[in-house]
């Protein structure tokens, strides 16, 4: 009596020798742009950080396989526009980034403050309040809509920066008044790269310069981009469902990131 297919490890050598001659499709890769932002996303980890964990779970349930690049932000953006990423992540959905793309639900909150030296007496209720003081910035980044409309407006006096650590270098040494970050990226650069001496003479202004939640943004216009949009989504609303979005959230402000995975309790 012969034994069916589906149960001999025969199928499994034939499996093999159909992938070694090219007759199984490979799975298929989502190409996603990012950038160096501990906790979110760490360059240094085999898996990418947390939010990588949790994108890449979210793509193999729905079948895909993700390679993540690591590339200045606005140059990101570029490639995204150039059709040479499928994705880039993790941004805020703003007003000017939905000229070129078309945003992922909700991943997790972020928090962006004002970072400042504690020797400085500083106190803000309104944007035009930040007018006297000299900010450093992030090439590539959002601040939230008040802040990005007063800097194009030349309301403000911005320092720009391709990397992401001059700012706080900056602000350290006392060159610069202020610097917008996210609030869990920001504490996790002090403690990365400052002496403890250093990071006592850092705070944040409790006000928030603005929250909202960070996404995937996919390339505007392009029918396989937004049919991978709507895949990512679907399968993104049962983990939610699940409850890992508030197990991460939790976990980057109050935990260890690093040991989070999706479906853990």
């Given at each position: 009596?012969?034994?069916?297919?589906?149960?001999?490890?025969?199928?499994?050598?034939?499996?093999?020798?159909?992938?070694?001659?090219?007759?199984?499709?490979?799975?298929?890769?989502?190409?996603?742009?990012?950038?160096?932002?501990?906790?979110?996303?760490?360059?240094?980890?085999?898996?990418?950080?947390?939010?990588?964990?949790?994108?890449?779970?979210?793509?193999?349930?729905?079948?895909?396989?993700?390679?993540?690049?690591?590339?200045?932000?606005?140059?990101?953006?570029?490639?995204?526009?150039?059709?040479?990423?499928?994705?880039?992540?993790?941004?805020?959905?703003?007003?000017?980034?939905?000229?070129?793309?078309?945003?992922?639900?909700?991943?997790?909150?972020?928090?962006?403050?004002?970072?400042?030296?504690?020797?400085?007496?500083?106190?803000?209720?309104?944007?035009?309040?930040?007018?006297?003081?000299?900010?450093?910035?992030?090439?590539?980044?959002?601040?939230?809509?008040?802040?990005?409309?007063?800097?194009?407006?030349?309301?403000?006096?911005?320092?720009?920066?391709?990397?992401?650590?001059?700012?706080?270098?900056?602000?350290?040494?006392?060159?610069?008044?202020?610097?917008?970050?996210?609030?869990?990226?920001?504490?996790?650069?002090?403690?990365?790269?400052?002496?403890?001496?250093?990071?006592?003479?850092?705070?944040?202004?409790p006000r928030f310069l603005n929250t909202e939640p960070l996404r995937l943004l996919f390339r505007k216009g392009d029918p396989q981009a937004e049919a991978l949009l709507l895949r990512f989504n679907r399968e993104l609303a049962r983990f939610?469902?699940?409850?890992?979005?508030?197990?991460?959230?939790?976990?980057?402000?109050?935990?260890?990131?690093?040991?989070?995975?999706?479906?853990?309790?």
């Amino acid at each position: 009596m012969s034994v069916p297919l589906r149960r001999s490890p025969l199928r499994w050598l034939l499996l093999a020798a159909l992938a070694l001659a090219g007759l199984v499709a490979a799975e298929p890769v989502v190409r996603i742009g990012t950038g160096d932002w501990v906790p979110y996303v760490d360059q240094q980890r085999a898996d990418g950080g947390a939010l990588a964990r949790l994108v890449s779970a979210v793509f193999a349930a729905a079948g895909y396989r993700v390679e993540y690049s690591f590339y200045p932000w606005d140059r990101n953006v570029l490639m995204l526009q150039q059709g040479a990423l499928d994705a880039i992540m993790p941004y805020s959905c703003s007003p000017m980034r939905l000229d070129y793309g078309v945003c992922s639900e909700p991943l997790v909150r972020g928090e962006i403050v004002l970072f400042h030296r504690k020797d400085l007496p500083f106190d803000w209720q309104r944007i035009e309040d930040l007018g006297p003081y000299r900010v450093a910035t992030t090439l590539g980044y959002s601040y939230g809509p008040q802040f990005d409309q007063a800097q194009q407006a030349g309301q403000l006096q911005v320092e720009q920066n391709s990397k992401e650590d001059t700012a706080f270098r900056l602000l350290a040494l006392g060159r610069v008044d202020l610097h917008p970050q996210d609030r869990a990226v920001g504490y996790a650069m002090l403690r990365r790269l400052f002496s403890e001496r250093e990071r006592r003479a850092i705070t944040h202004h409790p006000r928030f310069l603005n929250t909202e939640p960070l996404r995937l943004l996919f390339r505007k216009g392009d029918p396989q981009a937004e049919a991978l949009l709507l895949r990512f989504n679907r399968e993104l609303a049962r983990f939610a469902e699940r409850g890992d979005l508030r197990s991460l959230q939790r976990a980057l402000y109050t935990g260890d990131p690093d040991r989070w995975r999706p479906g853990a309790p």
